[in-house]
């Protein structure tokens, strides 16, 4: 299951995290339990649920379903003489064993507990048919057309994670509970209903105008991954090497459904290869259902994913990224998470970890090393951003509410890190070996995270309990700091490196780990690999020359902050000549921290050279952003024309930096007449446009609410855009475009601008703007609610906790539980201190763009006068620094000795 390809997203994140304890501490880490949160065990199993036969009949006007469940089990001990399943908000009518005979049951808030008669044996299985009908809140789902929404299709659909799947029909819900499973479903003639395994049977009933699909799922799995999605659907049909690969979708489709998903016969067939177990169900269909509440679901041979992935051929070069990797990812899930499950949602990353860690490997297999580290760097910074802005926590963690709640940044990339870590650490052939090992012993097994060590351990005779004890059950990375010196007389270099972080039992450790470190010298680039076990090292090595540039960690293969800066000549060296494209991009971030002349037109170079990779320009582009000099805003100018978009994309958001009517007015050339070809350029530059808070930005903002744009991202940009400008006009458009009946990312990204806007309007139109998104914290659409929790967070009122209070009482969606309580939480707690720092930061940010001004006008004014005179004394000192033996470095401060 996946959140990430949310429906504005075009691209894997972009960004950047640096800092440590301190830092974290400062932006306010809280622990992961919330008030009331307990240690979950898993639970007691008295049977063991063998096959489920499910039989739906539905009434779509009236979301109700009629259901039979037929459930065969066998005691796992003598004298059982109750069996109690699931059952949440379901009218049982009756339960027979198999024979017909009748047995007594009672219904409690959330199980059916049928008297079985006598005790039972293990010997025997038993039977048990209940008849029923429901119309569930949770679980299964029907999308009808409405006012608001007249061409919504008419779609039934379910999703069992992690624990709704009892909402219709009684089962023993709990994912180390696996079973083979059947589903018979009576839909509309003309739909087509999906479900788990191979289709057994396929009738239709022209008297009553319905049609009966039998699916069949052979081989076990539990109850959360059983599916069913039904409509009239477009069906698109592949292969891959014998396995038959669908995707449904909306009427007319086809062609989107190819762009959405149609590297999935590869998928399937390099996963395969490279686990060394062949894919292992029926069929692998992927079905785009409108409204869904998740970005994808993996259920077994039958995936669910949200129809925002489906695109036009103009968002393809801004969104094929994004639909690929929650296409591997969902499909690797069926040998993680389908084929393998863990036993207990505390253990949820050996599913999630695995699944995220894939669609990067995918990534390597298609674009390459240099992206594939890419990609592993996005998902570190992912991750860093939680660690330090909300929680610290273990990767096995049984203390929550209910499970969604660790579905997090530490269970997916966190996780996907770690095992990266492990497959350097093992090297590939051992690590290849150990994931075959792990999935061809437990396959159709639940298993816990011992299983996966032990597993490593049979298959490369590696002992990894060092390695599973400091990243797996603690929390936390290393936060190293580190420096260099060089020896020319004895040609050595010397690198110092420091572990800043402080070990506790719970979460953090000194960290052992290899890590590579590289030099560039007159013969090339050059890697050793240390072995870090204490707080603080020292590192020496002999070298031929002394090195250009000097790269701790050069790949990116070791989670970490690092702190480190060697200076400006070696920054720039390395943005050119570093093998690693991560590397290049990590000295691209050094040098927008500098913010030097020499720094700004070395980042300016690299944007601006066609022949340098788009992530590692769209990354160059960010650091100048930062930089906030007129020289960097003037490099992000020169290049707006860019190609490819995703480069642009980058320019446009970083301009959003400047405020100034130079950058607004380059922004505004994104939106003018049609626009740029891209819609989420065009996005990128509404939303930065909002931030430069110029005058003119109101008129242009307005103008583009309405164009035409994939899932309507130009608009939402445009909204979020009006929502930076803190121009208060915009509260009544922003209120308007957040009703219902508004496409959802539009509403979305009102609300989200209504939270931000707010705070700069007049206490009449805070009031307005905080009981507008009181209603909408329980509005019909689940991100609409999560936003609006966010927005109200972000208005810093207290009187707003009584509301989210309510709503997390309340609630039936996990998410907006956590999410509620989360954000009563930092209102009780006054996380920040109102408009007093608000205005501070405000001013702090304008003095440290108008001191950047001043510098660069300084740094002018002295090249004119003094240029010549300033290159005789450098090209003196560097004969007088070459005969003395010394290395040398540049800094903002000048040079000096190292």
């Known amino acids: 299951?996946?959140?990430?390809?949310?429906?504005?997203?075009?691209?894997?994140?972009?960004?950047?995290?640096?800092?440590?304890?301190?830092?974290?501490?400062a932006n306010g880490r809280r622990d992961f339990a919330l008030p009331g949160d307990r240690p979950v065990w898993g639970r007691d199993r008295p049977m063991r649920i063998e096959h489920l036969k499910l039989e739906f009949d539905f009434d779509i006007d009236r979301r109700q379903v009629r259901g039979i469940a037929t459930t065969?089990?066998?005691?796992?001990?003598?004298?059982?003489?109750?069996?109690?399943?699931?059952?949440?908000e379901l009218d049982v009518e009756s339960v027979t064993d198999g024979g017909g005979r009748e047995l007594p049951f009672k219904v409690g808030d959330r199980e059916l507990c049928i008297d079985l008669g006598r005790a039972r044996s293990p010997r025997r299985s038993i039977t048990t048919v209940v008849r029923y009908h429901c119309r569930p809140r949770r679980g299964l789902y029907f999308n009808l057309p409405d006012e608001g929404y007249p061409n919504r299709p008419t779609q039934i659909w379910t999703q069992g994670q992690a624990e709704d799947s009892a909402y219709y029909f009684p089962v023993f819900d709990f994912p180390g509970e696996k079973f083979t499973s059947e589903v018979i479903a009576h839909v509309p003639q003309g739909w087509t209903a999906v479900s788990n395994g191979r289709l057994e049977s396929r009738s239709e009933n022209r008297?009553?105008?319905?049609?009966?699909?039998?699916?069949?799922?052979?081989?076990?799995?539990?109850?959360?991954?059983?599916?069913?999605?039904?409509?009239?659907?477009?069906?698109?049909?592949?292969?891959?090497?014998?396995?038959?690969?669908?995707?449904?979708?909306?009427?007319g489709s086809t062609a989107d459904l190819e762009r959405a998903f149609g590297r999935t016969p590869e998928m399937v067939r390099y996963f395969a290869e490279k686990i060394g177990v062949p894919y292992p169900w029926a069929k692998y269909v992927t079905v785009a259902i409108h409204d869904f509440i998740f970005g994808g679901m993996e259920n077994t041979s039958a995936t669910t994913m949200t129809?925002?992935?489906?695109h036009d051929e103009r968002a393809h070069q801004d969104y094929a990224e994004a639909a690929d990797s929650i296409t591997s990812h969902e499909l690797a899930h069926q040998w993680f998470g389908d084929l393998l499950t863990c036993r207990e949602w505390s253990h949820g990353w050996l599913n999630e970890s695995f699944a995220t860690y894939f669609d990067a490997l995918f990534v390597e297999h298609q674009h390459g090393w240099d992206r594939f580290r890419y990609d592993v760097q996005q998902k570190t910074q992912q991750y860093l951003a939680e660690d330090s802005e909300a929680y610290r926590r273990p990767m096995v963690l049984n203390v929550y509410s209910e499970p969604i709640d660790i579905f997090d940044r530490h269970l997916y990339e966190r996780g996907s890190v770690i095992l990266d870590m492990l497959r350097t650490n093992l090297g590939d052939d051992?690590?290849?070996?150990?994931?075959?090992?792990?999935?061809?012993?437990?396959?159709?097994?639940?298993?816990?995270?011992?299983?996966?060590?032990?597993?490593?351990?049979?298959?490369?005779?590696?002992?990894?309990?060092?390695f599973f004890q400091q990243w797996v059950w603690k929390g936390g990375h290393p936060e190293f700091k580190a420096s260099y010196q060089w020896d020319g007389a004895n040609r050595l270099a010397t690198v110092q490196l420091k572990q800043g972080q402080k070990p506790d039992d719970q979460l953090t450790s000194i960290y052992r780990t290899p890590m590579e470190i590289g030099f560039q010298t007159q013969r090339g680039f050059q890697r050793f690999t240390v072995q870090v076990t204490d707080a603080e090292h020292s590192f020496v090595f002999p070298l031929d020359s002394e090195p250009e540039f000097v790269s701790i960690d050069p790949a990116g293969r070791v989670l970490k902050t690092l702190e480190f800066k060697p200076g400006e000549a070696q920054l720039k060296k390395r943005l050119t000549d570093d093998p690693e494209a991560v590397g290049r991009?990590?000295?691209?971030?050094?040098?927008?921290?500098?913010?030097?002349?020499?720094?700004?037109?070395?980042?300016?170079?690299?944007?601006?050279?066609?022949?340098?990779?788009?992530?590692?320009?769209?990354?160059?582009?960010?650091?100048?952003?930062?930089?906030?000099?007129?020289?960097?805003?003037?490099?992000?100018?020169?290049?707006?024309?860019?190609?490819?978009?995703?480069?642009?994309?980058?320019?446009?958001?970083?301009?959003?930096?400047?405020?100034?009517?130079?950058?607004?007015?380059?922004?505004?050339?994104?939106?003018q007449g049609r626009g740029d070809p891209s819609y989420y350029a065009q996005a990128a530059a509404a939303t930065a446009l909002g931030k430069t808070l110029r005058p003119s930005a109101y008129r242009a903002l307005t103008r583009v609410i309405g164009r035409p744009s994939h899932n309507e991202v130009i608009t939402a940009g445009a909204l979020a855009g009006l929502g930076s400008l803190r121009d208060a006009r915009a509260i009544d458009l922003l209120l308007e475009q957040a009703d219902w009946g508004k496409h959802p990312n539009i509403r979305r990204a009102a609300v989200a601008a209504l939270g931000e806007l707010a705070p700069h309007a007049d206490e009449a139109a805070r009031l307005r703007v905080r009981e507008r998104l009181?209603?909408?914290?329980?509005?019909?659409?689940?991100?609409?609610?999560?936003?609006?929790?966010?927005?109200?967070?972000?208005?810093?009122?207290?009187?707003?906790?009584?509301?989210?209070?309510?709503?997390?009482?309340?609630?039936?969606?996990?998410?907006?539980?956590?999410?509620?309580?989360?954000?009563?939480?930092?209102?009780?707690?006054?996380?920040?201190?109102?408009?007093?720092?608000?205005?501070?930061?405000?001013?702090?940010?304008?003095?440290?763009?108008?001191?950047?001004?001043?510098?660069?006008?300084?740094?002018?004014?002295?090249?004119?006068?003094?240029?010549?005179?300033?290159?005789?004394?450098?090209?003196?000192?560097?004969?007088?620094?070459?005969?003395?033996?010394?290395?040398?470095?540049?800094?903002?401060?000048?040079?000096?000795?190292?």
């Not at 150990?434 to 159709?444: G, T």
Request: hydrophobic share 40%; proline share 3%.
């Open 1 to 25: 299951m996946t959140e990430r390809a949310g429906a504005t997203g075009a691209s894997r994140g972009e960004g950047e995290h640096c800092g440590g304890q301190e830092s974290a501490a």
């Open 72 to 88: 065969t089990f066998r005691p796992r001990q003598e004298g059982l003489r109750e069996a109690v399943f699931d059952a949440i």
């Open 207 to 251: 008297r009553r105008r319905r049609a009966t699909w039998h699916w069949k799922q052979e081989r076990p799995h539990p109850a959360y991954l059983i599916t069913l999605t039904a409509s009239e659907f477009e069906v698109v049909e592949h292969d891959a090497d014998g396995v038959p690969v669908q995707y449904c979708g909306p009427k």
């Open 307 to 310: 129809d925002t992935l489906l």
């Open 430 to 466: 051992l690590w290849w070996r150990a994931i075959n090992r792990y999935v061809a012993k437990h396959q159709e097994q639940d298993v816990l995270t011992h299983d996966f060590q032990r597993a490593i351990e049979e298959a490369t005779g590696r002992n990894m309990d060092w």
């Open 585 to 671: 991009i990590e000295a691209a971030k050094g040098l927008g921290k500098l913010a030097s002349p020499g720094a700004i037109e070395a980042l300016r170079a690299a944007l601006l050279d066609e022949g340098t990779l788009d992530y590692v320009r769209a990354e160059v582009a960010t650091a100048l952003g930062k930089a906030k000099s007129e020289a960097a805003r003037d490099a992000l100018v020169a290049g707006v024309a860019a190609k490819p978009s995703r480069v642009r994309r980058a320019i446009a958001a970083a301009l959003g930096n400047f405020r100034d009517e130079v950058a607004a007015k380059a922004l505004a050339g994104f939106l």
């Open 774 to 898: 009181e209603q909408l914290i329980d509005d019909p659409a689940l991100r609409v609610q999560l936003t609006a929790i966010h927005a109200l967070e972000s208005m810093k009122q207290p009187a707003a906790v009584g509301a989210l209070n309510g709503l997390a009482g309340r609630a039936l969606d996990g998410r907006v539980r956590r999410t509620a309580r989360t954000a009563a939480r930092t209102l009780s707690e006054g996380a920040d201190k109102g408009e007093e720092v608000k205005s501070l930061r405000d001013e702090l940010e304008q003095l440290q763009q108008e001191n950047q001004r001043l510098k660069d006008r300084l740094t002018n004014i002295e090249t004119r006068l003094d240029g010549s005179k300033a290159a005789t004394r450098a090209s003196n000192g560097a004969t007088a620094r070459r005969a003395a033996g010394t290395p040398r470095t540049t800094t903002r401060a000048g040079r000096k000795r190292t």
